[in-house]
Structures are given as structure tokens and as C-alpha cells.
């Protein structure tokens, strides 16, 4: 089934067309746009002819060719469940989008430019799933940021999007420093980069924990894709980076890469957890706060903000959370199956989700020609309806909805944990478990509020004069709509077939049929308090938005504490003007050092030749002038004296010259007797 | 191979210098063709030992000089001099193209090309010398052009008292250098590149050590001895910094690989914690510098100083990747930074202001010119795939390797300030609102943008199939 060189060709084929798509440009400025459909439709072929393969267990699994000689940097893919899976997932979606925005972005003079930068970013996204070793993913991971930095900055002439761009690079790479210095102290330790390697020897783990590193080697690798997937507190670039780039490249969803990276490594940390290392508690806890707590903090700011691209940001942010917060469960579980299948399920089903929502918002803010919420009522078109039906009710986790079976899912698997945290005795764990329980819960009656916000303010009654929209447009966002609708709906029957598809990862089979699902979800404590809280937060979300009984603007002023909680929302807690502090700081001290230390090492430079200088005049001026030379001068001096006064002896009379020679006559004998010995 | 191929290298650009100057009124019109042509011809015959190198046969030539005191004329090809050694011609070479335009209506052209050819042979005698009287020699030829490009064809008024700052602090540092080699002599009777330190008494082999090592630490311009960088680098005419910045401070990070690895490793060993340290507050503060600067060439000149920290990081771990690294990324760098002067001359020529405050929205009146000075800024923020990542990636590869965990995850996280820097001077040259006055800038001429795209063609191709260097680079250990 596999079509040849499958696994290398879905990935280096959008990259060709990357490399071609310049070229094509040149030549006639559409013909990009149909590269791009044509080289991700392949791409998304050879994607799928994978599939079969992995369900049947004939796939080979990790090839290798060699990238610098006589070194461990290799370029090599694994193909294995969960990368096919995803590699699939992004080319088809991928494919979806491409077509929409063919028609999308038609109206758009760089073509070229937008055609490079989206066949790039989907090549560098299925080298992060497809890569069977680290610095390879990491690539694709950089080539993935800066497409979406470029994307971010597309209309590069508006100094504010502009300005997106740099934010969403730097933001991304503060994240992606922390990955790459977690890559390279695992390869310190473990002398290899392979993941499959990487996942059988763990012995370097044990030497990490030794060290004490494992925690913060694990933390930093969480880092990076805290990042990427736009996780408290790294969330603040993916809102306006989308809201800034072209409207239909957001539907390709780059922070799942994120949770994709730690599906990639759980079951290699959870090892290392089960072995007892020291640390990996800690940092499967930290990971499970940090999900719940993203996914209730960003579920919060979506509630208040204006721009549709925002709002699905922060929701996809706050998904992630749920996905995250799955797997930090699954680590601190003895058995990772539960977690981990709920985090990939939930992340498979939430790409087309997130897509559809996405491609949704694209096609109704093309219509109306505004990305403000408030702008978007009274635009009639059924597709567009449905789509956000099914979208934002999925999200909100209303029964039996996709959404609603994964958080529930999470949930109890919280549940779970705490239970087996107590029956072993380890309270904190047991607590601390109970309170991600109740956060996720509380995410879910928030995600309620705002998923029926959007769909209220969307499908509000005012009338419109809508643009025309291209029926490429269409087409593909009903395709999306099947997909997902089909994904939505029969969610319940897939999962038994995803865990069979994903049990080369597990080694257990714990769905093997739909009643297994079933009473694992349905019967729980969460169940309950699932619907409870969605009926407290889609309750005041339907009163003020879908009935309209309430008018929002008058409520919150009336009550002062609503709007200053409305304010801190509205501001995401802060959180952005804190970092646009940081880097102020950072300018702020970068100038200061300079005015003060570097100005002051030149100066003490010229003060060092300002010294020698002086020093070599005060030494030409005493020592030199006054002191040699002028001792020079004292000698000549005197010998030019004692010269003249001598020179009055030299008369020139023959009757002196003749005396003075007899006086020296007799003092040479005189001499020669008093010295000169006796003659033998 | 062509025979006496790394003397010609060297011989060919001095004689073509001096010809040039001494016939300067005939050849005036075309002296900048001619030059370039006689650069190329350098950079062929450097490129005639590849097949050796390949096959990591190292080529040395040897000829009679001073037979009373038994000195000879040596050079030495091989896995270590000839990458550097390429890098510096073809970087002098497209320099040298470059000028064509840009120093078009200077006046003293015969001159200047006539220094620059002086200026290139200096530095490539520097990278293939086989002993160290000869090494220092070149070394001072180096200095003496590069002071007059500066002090007589700098931009400002300040550029006599900058080129006297510049001649006198590399000056110094050449002195060190030379106690250094005269001790070397003093102990072991011989000029030639120390194989091991053992004949030197371990009293005094740490003060020899440290006599190199200040000589090259002022080429690097190593904290604190860097402030002579900036100023010439920014006072230098662009293509002049361009070698300067690109090439002529890599001449101490060859010198460090070439003498200090392989003759004093153990010394090396002992000091590779001061060494590291050293390196990483280069980066930090050459990077947080550059983040104050609104001056395109003095961001510039920082972001060197702070990428000199890298390279002396990775030589000072004593670890071979950390060195092969190193060179990697004297080569690399060499490809980057230079790339980015001579984009940076193309703003300046082209809007006639360097305050990156004025520049805006030049994307798309100048494309070639930004996206090239996209490679090259995110190749130095180690950006896979381009060049820059792969040189990064093994200095702190190595410098994990050799025990100093700590100490490289602090510079691997301080890559990011690059990434500001950079990222903070293409956003505000290139997107964004165009300020009126620069509503009319065009591109600049073919003549600037061949050697633009030639290096960042470069960048690109080697950052895709980095074997392509490293099969000829390897540390000198």
C-alpha cells in the first residue's frame, strides 16, 4: 500500500515546491497558488498511503541517511502511528486550506511570497512529526516559527503587523533556546539524538538524575513547547500573530506542534518516571498545572475579547491546556494509556475542530470585511452557520460532541489519578489532582461561555450586504465541515479504532470496543459536573448574546466589579503589556550599560593613552630636557671652558717648548726610578 | 594542483598592488576590474588544493629565506588553514567587486585597491604561514593597509584619530604576540608552529600562553579589549569593514586554533573555564551593545564582537567539536557578517542615512537586499537551516561535551539577544511605514547586489549541505 518513499517525499515535496515557487511566481503570478495545491495534495496522498500500513504493522520504521559525515546528524523519519497520523491530519488539512485560500488571498499582489511561506510551513510541520531525531524535528520546529513570523508580518507595510511578526519571533524564540539547550544536554548525556534509540537505552536518564539535571532538562524541553503551543505564560504571540496574518493560514493550527512534540517524547519521560528518577514527578506535575491553568487562563480572555481570530486563539490555546494537562496525567500514571490516548485523540479531533473554526472565521470576515465580532452579525449564509455551529459547540464540550467526550475524558482520567495517588498513600498527588479536576471542569463551563458568545454575536440579526464569495471557498470549507462533522459525531465509535492505531505506542488495549468507552467516560463524577458547568457558563452566555435579553455594555456598567473584571480580560491579565515591560527593560539596560560601562572602558582607553602621553611629555620636559640634555649641555659647557683657559699655555716660543719638554725629561726618570723596578 | 599554488596566492595580489599603483595613471578607469580580477585569481589558486585537502594530504611549501639564521619562507595547507584561507579571498574578492560601485567617485581609487589587494595578501599569509616570525610579519602587513583604508578613505571627520586608535591597540596586541613567539623561540630554537609545549618549562609555559593569547584576544576583540571594533569597524568604508568585520578578526581566531590549541592544549585545558567564561560574557555583552545601537554599522560591529564570543567559546572548551565548530563558524560568520555589511552599504548608499531610526518599509524597494539581509541575520541567530545554525550548534555541542553544562545552556539561551538585535534592525529598516524622503530609494545597482547574492547563496547552500565545508575544516587536534 505504502506508494514508494512515502515517508520522505510527504514532507521534501511541499518543500520543492517551496524552492520552485519563486520561479513559478516569475512566470505568472496564479500559477503559484496551483503549485501549492498540487505539491500539498500530493504530499497528502503519500500522507495517507501510510495509514494502512501502520494499521496492518507492515511499515518499516525508522530510516536513516546520513546528513554531515562522520557525525550523528542524520535526516531520518520514523514512521510510526502517531507521526503518520499527524503527518496525515496537517497535509490534509493542509490541502483544505490551501485550496480556500487560492481563492482567499486571489486579490493579493505577493503571491509568490504567501505561496513560499505556506508550502515552507507545511513541509517544516510534517518534518517536526515525521523526524526520528531530535535536532531534525527541531529544524522543522524553526522553519515552522519563522513561517509563521513571516506570515505573521505578511503585510509588512502596516508598521503594527509588522511589529507582530518581530513579537511572535522573538516570543517563539525564547521558547525554542530553552528546547535547543535541552536537546543538546540530552545529547551530552545519552551520545545520541534518535528518539527510538533515545526510548530504548534510558540508562541516560538515570545519569540526568544523578546529576540533578533531569528536571530542568525536562522543564526546558516543556519550554520550548510551551512556546509553540502558545501555553501560559508563552501564550501572547499566537493571538495577535493570527490576528495579523493572512486569515485562512491560521486554520493550519501551528501551535499543535506543541502538544504533537510532547505526545513524542511522554512515553520516553514516563519511563523514566515509572524507573523512580528522581524529578519526573515534579515535572509531570508542573506540566499538568501549567496545562489546567493555561486552559481555564486563556479560556478566561477569550470570553472578552472583540477579534474572532483572538477569541479561536485563546480557545486553542486553552485546548492545548486540556491536551497538556492529559498528558502530564498520563506521566504521573501508572498506566500512560488513558492520558495519552485522551491528549492524542483530543489533539487529532481538535486540528479539524480548530480548522473549521478558523476557515469559518476567514470566510465570514472575507464577507463582511471586518475581523471584529461585532461586526459579523446579519451575514446570512447557511454553510457559515453550520459550520460555527459545529465548531463552537464541539469546543464548548456540548453533548455528544466531540468536545464533550474528550474533556470529559481528561477529566476522569484526573479522577483516576487521584484515587490511585490515594490508595498508594501520596496525598499531594491525590490533592493536587483534585484541583487540576476541578480547574479543568471549571475550563469547560468558561469554554461553554465563550463558545456560544461567538456563535450569539455571529448569528446576530442585523442585515448586511455581504461580499461574494468565490465558490473555491466554499467548496473547501464544506469539505472541512463533512470532515469534521463526521470526526464530531462519531467520535464515541472512532476511539476504539484510534487506540487500535495507536497501540504500537500503548503495548495495552484499553478500548477495545465502544461499551469499554463508554463506561469508562459516561458513568464518572465528571459526567455530572461537566454538565453542571456547562450549564452555568452557557446559561448567562445565552441570555446575553444568543436571546439577547441582556444588553453587555449596559450590564457591565452597571456593575463596576463586572467591568473591572471585564478590563483585567479585556488587557489578557496583563501578561502582554509585562512582557513589552521586559523588553523595554532590556533595551532600557542595554542603553545604560552602554552609556555607562562600554563608554567607560573607551574612555579609560584614551585615558591609558592620555597618560602616557602626558607622562612622555613631563618626561621629555625634566628628565630629557632639563636632566640629560642639559647635562650634556653642563659638559660641553665646561670642557669648552677649561678648552680656552688651557689654550692661554700654548704660546708658541721655542725657549718654553724647550723648558717644558725638559720638565717632562726629568719627571719620566724620576717616574722610571720611584716605579720602575730593578733591572736584572 | 597548481605548483607553488599558496605562494602565488600570496604573491599575486602584493605585485598586483604594487603595479597598480605604481602605473595608477594608466589603469585608473578600470583599476577596480583589474583588482577584482587579480583577487579572483588568489581565490583560484587557493581553490586549486582542494583535491588534496580532500584527501587530507596537507600541502607545505617550503623556500630558502635567511639561510644564516636557517629561516625559511613555509607555507602550510591543510584541513585547518585552507577553509579560512578560501573564506578570506573570496570574502576580499567579492569585497573587492563590491568597491566597483561603491567607492565609484572616491578620490586615490589606485590607492585604495592597491591597499585592499595588500590588505588581502597580509591575511591570507597569516592563515597559510608555516612558522611564526613569518606569521607575525603577515600579521603586521595586515595591519598597516588596513590602517590607511580607514584612516584615509573613512566616512567622518574623526576617522585620522579613529585609525590611530585602531593601529595602536592591534599594535599593542601584536607586541604581546610577538614576546609570545620571541619566547617560544627562546625555549624551544625554533620558529616553526609549536607541535606540543613540553620543551617549554611548565614555570613559564602559562605566560607565554597568556602573551598569545592577549595578542589574539585584541583581533577578537574580546571583552575588555574590544573597543577599538566598533569605531573602526563603522568609521571603515563598507566594503573595507566588510573584510574587516568579516575576515581580519577571524585571523585571531585561527591564530588561537592553530598555535594555542594545538601547542599549549594542555594550558588550554586548565584555562577552559576563564576561557568560556570569557567567551560567553563577549556574547552576552557584544549582543546587549548592539541592542543600544541605532547606527546600521555599529549595530554591526557589536553583533561581531558578541559572534567573536561564540567562536572563542568554542575554542576555549577544548573539545574537538567545540573547535571544529569554531571554525565553522569563522567561516560561516565570515559569510554572514560580511553579507550583511555589504547590505547595509547598499542601504546607505542607496538612502544616504545609517540611523536605522529614519529607514522603514524598504522591503519592497529593495527585495534582494532584504531578503539577503534576512539569511544572514537569521543565519547568525541560528536559524535552522541556514549555515549559521550548523557552526552554533556544535560549539555548544561541544561545549556540553567537555563537562560545562551550566555555563552553555547560559549561552545557548542568550542566542535570543541575537535574535532581538537582528530582528529589531530588519523590522525597522525594511517593514513597516517608508518615511517620505525615502519614498523614491531603488535597489542598487547589479554591481553591489551580485556579490549580495553570491553570499547569500552561500549561506543558503551550505546551511543545506554543511559537508560541503566540513569534509575540508577539522580542528587542529
Same mark, same amino acid.
Given at each position: 500500500m505504502l506508494l514508494p518513499y512515502a515517508p520522505w517525499l510527504c514532507w521534501l515535496i511541499p518543500i520543492i515546491g517551496t524552492a520552485v515557487t519563486p520561479l513559478v511566481g516569475v512566470i505568472r503570478r496564479k500559477f503559484s497558488g496551483y503549485l501549492a495545491v498540487l505539491s500539498i495534495g500530493v504530499s497528502a496522498l503519500f500522507s495517507f498511503s501510510m495509514i494502512p500500513d501502520i494499521y496492518f504493522g507492515t511499515a518499516p520504521s525508522d530510516l536513516t541517511i546520513p546528513w554531515? =559525515?562522520? =557525525? +550523528? +546528524?542524520q535526516v531520518g523519519v520514523l514512521v510510526d502511528s502517531l507521526s503518520v497520523l499527524m503527518a496525515s491530519v496537517i497535509t490534509c488539512i493542509g490541502f483544505l486550506v490551501t485550496v480556500f485560500s487560492v481563492a482567499y488571498m486571489?486579490?493579493?499582489?505577493s503571491l509568490a511570497r504567501f505561496w513560499f511561506l505556506i508550502q515552507l510551513f507545511i513541509g517544516g510541520y510534517v518534518v517536526i512529526v515525521m523526524a526520528d531525531n531530535l535536532l531534525f524535528m527541531f529544524i522543522g520546529w524553526e522553519i515552522v516559527g519563522i513561517c509563521c513570523t513571516g506570515l505573521a508580518a505578511f503585510?509588512?507595510? /502596516?508598521s503594527n503587523k509588522a511589529h507582530m511578526g518581530l513579537k511572535t519571533f522573538l516570543i517563539l524564540q525564547v521558547a525554542d533556546v530553552l528546547l535547543l539547550a535541552s536537546i543538546l544536554i540530552i545529547y551530552a548525556y =545519552? %551520545?545520541?539524538?534518535n528518539i527510538t534509540e533515545l526510548s530504548k537505552n534510558n540508562n541516560w536518564m538515570g545519569e540526568l538524575s544523578r546529576s540533578g539535571l533531569l528536571f530542568v532538562t525536562a522543564l526546558m524541553f516543556f519550554g520550548g513547547a510551551v512556546g509553540k503551543a502558545a501555553q501560559?505564560?508563552?501564550?501572547?504571540w499566537l493571538p495577535d500573530a493570527l490576528a495579523a496574518?493572512? =486569515?485562512?493560514? %491560521?486554520?493550519?493550527?501551528?501551535?499543535l506542534a506543541g502538544p504533537f512534540l510532547m505526545a513524542r517524547v511522554l512515553p520516553i519521560f514516563h519511563q523514566a518516571s515509572l524507573m523512580g528518577y528522581s524529578g519526573m514527578i515534579n515535572f509531570f506535575l508542573v506540566m499538568t498545572f501549567m496545562g489546567a491553568l493555561t486552559a481555564v487562563i486563556s479560556a478566561l480572555i477569550a470570553m472578552?475579547?472583540?477579534n474572532i481570530f483572538k477569541v479561536l486563539s485563546y480557545g486553542i490555546s486553552s485546548v492545548i491546556g486540556y491536551m497538556m494537562a492529559a498528558f502530564g496525567l498520563a506521566g504521573l500514571m501508572t498506566d500512560m494509556s488513558w492520558g495519552y490516548l485522551a491528549g492524542t485523540f483530543l489533539l487529532t479531533v481538535d486540528a479539524f475542530v480548530s480548522a473549521l473554526l478558523f476557515l469559518t472565521a476567514a470566510y465570514i470576515s472575507y464577507a463582511v470585511?471586518?475581523?471584529d465580532l461585532h461586526h459579523?452579525?446579519?451575514?446570512?449564509?447557511r454553510i457559515a452557520h453550520r459550520s460555527m455551529e459545529v465548531g463552537a459547540l464541539a469546543l464548548g464540550g456540548?453533548?455528544?460532541?466531540?468536545g464533550f467526550w474528550c474533556t470529559n475524558w481528561i477529566q476522569t482520567v484526573a479522577w483516576d489519578l487521584a484515587e490511585e495517588a490515594g490508595i498508594k498513600g501520596q496525598f499531594i498527588l491525590m490533592i493536587s489532582s483534585y484541583v487540576v479536576f476541578a480547574l479543568l471542569i471549571v475550563g469547560a463551563g468558561i469554554t461553554a461561555f465563550y463558545g456560544l458568545r461567538m456563535m450569539g454575536l455571529v448569528f446576530s440579526s442585523e442585515e448586511k450586504v455581504p461580499k461574494k464569495i468565490p465558490s473555491l471557498m466554499r467548496i473547501s470549507l464544506v469539505a472541512t465541515l463533512a470532515i469534521t462533522m463526521f470526526l464530531d459525531f462519531l467520535a464515541l465509535l472512532l476511539i476504539p479504532s484510534f487506540n487500535k492505531f495507536l497501540l504500537p505506542l500503548l503495548e495495552?488495549?484499553?478500548?477495545? %470496543?465502544i461499551v469499554d468507552v463508554l463506561i469508562y467516560i459516561v458513568p464518572s463524577i465528571s459526567t455530572v459536573l461537566t454538565c453542571v458547568a456547562v450549564a452555568v457558563g452557557g446559561y448567562p452566555a445565552y441570555q446575553v448574546y444568543?436571546?439577547?435579553?441582556?444588553n453587555p455594555v449596559k450590564l457591565i456598567e452597571r456593575h463596576r466589579f463586572l467591568g473591572k473584571i471585564h478590563g483585567f480580560l479585556w488587557n489578557r491579565f496583563y501578561i502582554d503589556a509585562l512582557y513589552y515591560k521586559v523588553a523595554d527593560f532590556f533595551g532600557r539596560s542595554s542603553k545604560l550599560v552602554y552609556k555607562y560601562l562600554e563608554c567607560s572602558i573607551d574612555a579609560l582607553n584614551y585615558g591609558v593613552a592620555g597618560f602616557f602621553r602626558r607622562l612622555s611629555s613631563v618626561l621629555y620636559k625634566y628628565p630629557?630636557?632639563?636632566g640629560i640634555d642639559a647635562l650634556n649641555y653642563f659638559l660641553a659647557h665646561w670642557v669648552t671652558l677649561f678648552a680656552r683657559r688651557f689654550?692661554?699655555?700654548?704660546?708658541?716660543v721655542l725657549s718654553y717648548n724647550m723648558l717644558t719638554a725638559f720638565v717632562g725629561v726629568i719627571m719620566l726618570i724620576a717616574l722610571l726610578l720611584l716605579f720602575g723596578g730593578v733591572i736584572p | 594542483m597548481i605548483l607553488h599554488a599558496s605562494l602565488l596566492a600570496i604573491i599575486l595580489p602584493i605585485f598586483s598592488a604594487i603595479l597598480i599603483y605604481v602605473f595608477g595613471k594608466y589603469t585608473e578607469k578600470y583599476v577596480g576590474w583589474i583588482a577584482t580580477a587579480m583577487a579572483s585569481l588568489s581565490v583560484c589558486m587557493i581553490l586549486s588544493m582542494v583535491t588534496d585537502v580532500v584527501e587530507k594530504v596537507s600541502i607545505r611549501d617550503t623556500y630558502v629565506w635567511i639561510p644564516s639564521i636557517e629561516l625559511k619562507l613555509g607555507f602550510v595547507v591543510d584541513t585547518v588553514s585552507f577553509t579560512i584561507a578560501l573564506i578570506v579571498a573570496v570574502v576580499s574578492a567579492l569585497s573587492c567587486f563590491y568597491s566597483i560601485k561603491y567607492m565609484e %567617485?572616491?578620490? *586615490?581609487q589606485t590607492g585604495y585597491y592597491a591597499s585592499l589587494l595588500l590588505f588581502m595578501a597580509g591575511m591570507i599569509g597569516v592563515i597559510l604561514s608555516a612558522n611564526l616570525i613569518q606569521f607575525y610579519l603577515f600579521w603586521e602587513l595586515m595591519l598597516i593597509p588596513s590602517y590607511f583604508l580607514i584612516a584615509s578613505? #573613512?566616512?567622518?571627520?574623526k576617522r585620522l584619530t579613529i585609525g590611530f586608535k585602531y593601529f595602536i591597540f592591534t599594535h599593542i596586541g601584536a607586541l604581546f604576540m610577538l614576546m609570545g613567539i620571541l619566547s617560544i623561540y627562546a625555549f624551544t630554537?625554533?620558529? /616553526?608552529?609549536?607541535?606540543?609545549?613540553?620543551? +617549554?618549562p611548565p614555570t613559564s609555559i602559562l605566560t607565554v600562553f597568556a602573551l598569545l593569547l592577549i595578542g589574539f584576544s585584541v583581533k577578537m576583540a574580546i571583552f575588555p579589549v574590544h573597543t577599538w571594533l566598533p569605531d573602526a569597524h563603522s568609521e571603515a568604508p563598507t566594503p573595507i569593514s566588510a573584510m574587516l568585520s568579516g575576515v581580519m578578526i577571524k585571523c585571531g581566531a585561527y591564530a588561537f586554533a592553530r598555535i594555542l590549541l594545538s601547542g599549549f592544549g594542555q594550558t588550554v585545558t586548565q584555562t577552559s573555564d576563564v576561557l568560556a567564561i570569557l567567551g560567553v560574557v563577549t556574547m552576552i555583552y557584544g549582543g546587549l551593545m548592539a541592542l543600544a545601537q541605532t547606527d546600521i554599522k555599529r549595530l554591526l560591529a557589536y553583533s561581531s564582537i558578541s559572534q567573536m564570543g561564540y567562536i572563542f567559546f568554542g575554542l576555549g572548551v577544548y573539545s574537538t567539536m567545540g573547535a571544529t565548530g569554531a571554525l565553522f563558524h569563522v567561516v560561516n560568520h565570515a559569510v554572514c557578517k560580511s553579507l550583511l555589511f555589504m547590505c547595509a552599504g547598499a542601504i546607505i548608499h542607496q538612502t #544616504?542615512?545609517?540611523?536605522?531610526?529614519?529607514? #522603514? *518599509?524598504?522591503a519592497d524597494k529593495m527585495p534582494i537586499t532584504c531578503a539577503a539581509s534576512l539569511i544572514g541575520a537569521l543565519s547568525l541567530a541560528g536559524?535552522?537551516?541556514?549555515? #549559521?545554525f550548523w557552526s552554533e550548534w556544535m560549539i555548544f555541542s561541544g561545549g556540553i561535551s567537555s563537562g560545562k553544562i551550566l555555563i552553555t545552556t547560559i549561552a545557548v539561551v542568550s542566542t535570543a539577544i541575537t535574535a532581538g538585535y537582528y530582528l529589531w534592525f530588519i523590522w525597522r529598516a525594511f517593514f513597516g511605514t517608508t518615511p517620505k524622503e525615502l519614498e523614491n530609494t531603488k535597489e542598487a545597482s547589479w554591481l553591489m547586489c551580485i556579490p549580495i547574492i553570491i553570499l547569500a547563496a552561500i549561506a543558503v547552500v551550505v546551511g543545506i549541505w554543511p559537508d560541503i565545508v566540513l569534509t575540508v575544516l577539522s580542528a587542529p587536534f
Open positions: 554531515i =559525515s562522520n =557525525s +550523528i +546528524i486571489q486579490e493579493e499582489p503585510w509588512y507595510k /502596516d =545519552s %551520545n545520541t539524538l501560559f505564560p508563552l501564550q501572547e496574518s493572512p =486569515s485562512s493560514f %491560521n486554520a493550519l493550527t501551528e501551535c472578552t475579547q472583540a470585511g471586518s475581523d459579523m452579525g446579519g451575514f446570512k449564509s456540548i453533548p455528544p460532541l466531540s495495552t488495549l484499553t478500548f477495545s %470496543n444568543v436571546a439577547r435579553r441582556v630629557e630636557l632639563r689654550r692661554k699655555t700654548q704660546t708658541g | %567617485n572616491k578620490r *586615490g578613505w #573613512g566616512v567622518s571627520k630554537g625554533t620558529f /616553526d608552529l609549536p607541535q606540543a609545549s613540553a620543551e +617549554i #544616504g542615512t545609517r540611523n536605522i531610526r529614519r529607514l #522603514g *518599509g524598504l536559524t535552522p537551516p541556514l549555515n #549559521g
